[in-house]
């Protein structure tokens, strides 16, 4: 063959080659988004109402991929488990609740549960202690208990339970910080009426704190409150299972005869008055009914295990009520 006729033919093989290239290169587009497709990486899938996803600390990256395709989040385990491995972030998940409210793509899944500084919510409730806090804090893999219980020294009664938008690095002093401006934005609006009755706020949160403890919802929470009030200003003691539940650590089912006898001023048995600080952190309902008791002829209250509340006139209605609901 002639070398003019190999100069011919050469350019007519390159663009051969060069259509077969694009062919391919076509097919395997196609091909990717129809995987993609298929697995919702480019089309996540809808869900309905709110996903939590909880990641407890040694949990395997496998069992949460199933969790997530399990809540209906992505459609398949197999593209996290790719992915995290491709950006070598397989090992740096981080323990923690997260919530997801609409669909979201798997690169954006893999960007929460491994980032420091992605966003997260955290919820604390209502009563819970500081210990209760840091507790759960640490359990959630955002700050060390003692780290959190050292910085929180002198907040038990202040910190707002609520749920916050928080970032995963959030720190024990900004998680803190941002708790007690919540409870600072709330009682605000309460603090005229305190003043009104002259009662230190300190001794508002402090009862607070108990009633928030004692009552079981809407309904008994502010004839509770009168029935605190009133023996505080009687001088009775309080007699509140709460506070000696806060200070030796047990439930008010389990408290003795002889816990009664604990010489402590948390022991609102043995004296009269106010506890000296807080026993937990209380919500905005709780606060309000100690700020707006309800008067009643009641002295007395108890709670069954289903936590309907019994109120008694006198002690010996009292103790009738306690034979007849908790025995």
Same mark, same amino acid.
């Given at each position: 063959?002639?070398?003019?006729? !190999?100069?011919?033919? !050469?350019?007519?093989?390159?663009?051969?080659?060069?259509?077969?290239?694009?062919?391919?290169?076509?097919?395997?587009?196609?091909?990717?988004?129809?995987?993609?497709?298929?697995?919702?990486?480019?089309?996540?899938?809808? &869900?309905?109402?709110?996903?939590?996803?909880?990641?407890? %600390?040694?949990?395997?990256?496998?069992?949460?991929?199933?969790?997530?395709?399990?809540?209906? !989040?992505?459609?398949?385990?197999?593209?996290?488990?790719?992915?995290?491995?491709?950006?070598?972030?397989?090992?740096?998940?981080?323990?923690?609740?997260?919530?997801?409210?609409?669909?979201?793509?798997? %690169?954006?899944?893999?960007?929460?549960?491994?980032?420091?500084? /992605?966003?997260?919510?955290?919820?604390?409730?209502?009563?819970?202690?500081? &210990?209760?806090?840091?507790?759960?804090?640490?359990?959630?893999?955002?700050?060390?208990?003692?780290?959190?219980? =050292?910085? /929180?020294?002198? @907040?038990?009664?202040?910190?707002?339970?609520?749920?916050?938008?928080?970032?995963?690095? @959030?720190?024990?002093?900004?998680?803190?910080?941002?708790?007690?401006?919540?409870?600072?934005?709330?009682?605000? *609006?309460?603090?005229?009426?305190?003043?009104? $009755?002259?009662?230190?706020?300190?001794?508002?949160?402090?009862?607070?704190?108990?009633?928030?403890?004692?009552?079981?919802?809407?309904?008994?929470?502010?004839?509770? =409150?009168?029935?605190?009030?009133?023996?505080? $200003?009687?001088?009775? %003691?309080?007699?509140?299972?709460?506070?000696?539940?806060?200070?030796?650590?047990?439930? =008010?089912?389990?408290?003795?005869?002889?816990?009664?006898?604990?010489?402590? *001023?948390?022991? @609102?048995?043995?004296?009269?008055? #106010? *506890?000296?600080?807080?026993?937990?952190?209380?919500?905005?309902?709780?606060?309000?009914?100690?700020?707006?008791?309800?008067?009643? #002829?009641?002295?007395?209250?108890?709670?069954?295990?289903?936590?309907?509340?019994?109120?008694?006139?006198?002690?010996?209605?009292?103790?009738?009520?306690?034979?007849?609901? #908790?025995?």
């Amino acid at each position: 063959m002639a070398l003019d006729e !190999i100069q011919q033919i !050469i350019p007519e093989q390159k663009k051969f080659y060069e259509r077969g290239y694009f062919f391919i290169i076509f097919c395997c587009i196609f091909i990717f988004s129809i995987f993609a497709f298929k697995l919702g990486i480019i089309f996540p899938p809808s &869900f309905d109402g709110q996903k939590n996803l909880i990641i407890q %600390p040694g949990d395997r990256v496998q069992d949460i991929a199933n969790t997530l395709q399990q809540d209906g !989040i992505m459609q398949s385990p197999l593209f996290l488990l790719i992915y995290l491995k491709l950006i070598n972030a397989d090992r740096k998940i981080k323990p923690g609740s997260y919530y997801f409210n609409k669909p979201i793509s798997i %690169p954006r899944i893999v960007y929460m549960i491994t980032s420091d500084l /992605a966003e997260r919510k955290i919820r604390i409730h209502e009563g819970w202690t500081n &210990f209760e806090i840091a507790s759960y804090l640490e359990n959630d893999g955002i700050v060390v208990k003692k780290d959190f219980l =050292s910085v /929180a020294i002198g @907040t038990e009664g202040y910190l707002f339970p609520d749920t916050y938008q928080i970032f995963q690095n @959030t720190s024990a002093p900004d998680l803190i910080k941002k708790m007690r401006n919540e409870f600072d934005k709330k009682i605000e *609006p309460l603090l005229p009426e305190i003043e009104r $009755k002259k009662i230190p706020l300190k001794d508002i949160v402090i009862m607070a704190s108990l009633i928030e403890k004692e009552s079981a919802g809407e309904e008994d929470r502010a004839i509770i =409150s009168g029935i605190l009030w009133k023996r505080f $200003k009687n001088g009775r %003691p309080l007699q509140v299972d709460a506070t000696l539940s806060y200070l030796l650590g047990k439930e =008010s089912k389990d408290l003795t005869t002889d816990d009664l006898k604990t010489d402590s *001023p948390y022991n @609102t048995y043995k004296y009269p008055g #106010l *506890p000296i600080g807080p026993i937990g952190n209380p919500g905005l309902d709780a606060i309000k009914a100690t700020i707006y008791p309800k008067d009643s #002829l009641y002295w007395f209250y108890l709670h069954d295990k289903n936590g309907n509340a019994y109120f008694a006139k006198t002690f010996e209605e009292h103790i009738a009520n306690k034979n007849k609901y #908790l025995r």
